[in-house]
């Protein structure tokens, strides 16, 4: 099983930006973010495929950007104009196909990264 590890995480003001890493253990096809707010369901933010199709959640269109290095077997999340709403505990994760990350079964959780947005 991948071993994904995050990093970047950490309070920041409203308006303000954060970009967070997540570096798997060996190559990974298909990797995104999820997000799970205080008393909400994990939600997915951002995914993108080795060959780079990207999807987004429409509360970060605009504002995020997912990409990744192949060769570092890294995803990273770019998230510019933060808002309070973005708070929330942001996981790295990986599938076996584009389809299943959209739907949320999921091979391979990283173990989280705390994202606050408060002024």
């Known amino acids: 099983q991948v071993q994904l590890v995050e990093s970047g995480g950490g309070l920041v003001q409203p308006g303000g930006s954060l970009r967070l890493s997540c570096a798997a253990s060996?190559?990974?096809?298909?990797m995104g973010w999820y997000r799970q707010a205080p008393g909400k369901e994990r939600e997915l933010v951002a995914a993108i495929s080795r060959g780079g199709s990207t999807n987004y959640a429409d509360s970060v269109k605009g504002r995020f950007t997912i990409s990744r290095d192949n060769a570092k077997n890294t995803v990273y999340l770019q998230m510019n104009s933060l808002k309070p709403e973005d708070t929330g505990v942001y996981y790295c994760a990986a599938a076996l196909s584009y389809t299943t990350l959209l739907a949320g079964r999921i091979s391979s959780w990283g173990q989280g990264t705390q994202v606050t947005v408060s002024s």
């Open positions: 060996g190559s990974v096809i298909n």
